[in-house]
């Protein structure tokens, strides 16, 4: 199970006066947010074909086609990019894969008893996190999302086997 979508990224704002936007990545690479043809909003009601000039600070600065200013660009600010998921390449090997397919999985401890569904993954700036829902509901529970914390993987199965270090 994976999502049918996912967000490539987010518009941060408008950069300079010819319409040019900066954009938050969600991508390996930030440059690589041009790379998967039109993109389209939340909604699916808009699409948008980005080129990409260049790379800032971790940023992306793209021209979006039919946005010639500044004006045009702002009020773009917070439209989320998404891709069809198929439009993606499969991983190339068993230890990659995208986080997206995660989600939805069930999560299991290291003896095997169901903690609950991965509900997302989140990246605050500090490593990447792996959110759990549990199934007799309740708060989501948070972990790091390691090798050490994480350490099977199994997309066949549909399950992830979390660690929990001490404390968590």
């Known amino acids: 199970m994976h999502a049918s979508r996912l967000c490539l990224g987010v518009i941060a704002g408008a950069h300079g006066l010819r319409g040019a936007v900066r954009v938050k990545t969600f991508t390996a690479a930030p440059e690589a947010i041009a790379d998967y043809g039109p993109l389209k909003d939340a909604a699916d009601a808009r699409r948008f ?48 894969f995208y986080h997206a397919d995660l989600v939805g999985l069930a999560a299991v401890d290291t003896n095997g008893n169901r903690l609950g569904t991965v509900r997302a993954l989140h ?46």
């Open 49 to 96: 074909a980005l080129r990409l000039i260049r790379v800032e600070k971790g940023v992306a600065l793209v021209h979006i086609k039919g946005v010639g200013d500044r004006n045009g660009a702002e009020a773009l600010k917070g439209v989320e990019l998404f891709l069809d998921r198929g439009a993606l390449p499969p991983a190339e090997d068993e230890e990659e």
């Open 123 to 168: 990246d605050f700036g500090a490593g990447d996190l792996i959110e759990v829902l549990p199934d007799e509901g309740g708060q989501p529970r948070v972990f790091p999302f390691t090798r050490e914390t994480v350490p099977d993987i199994d997309l066949a199965a549909g399950a992830v086997t979390i660690d929990p270090p001490e404390g968590l």
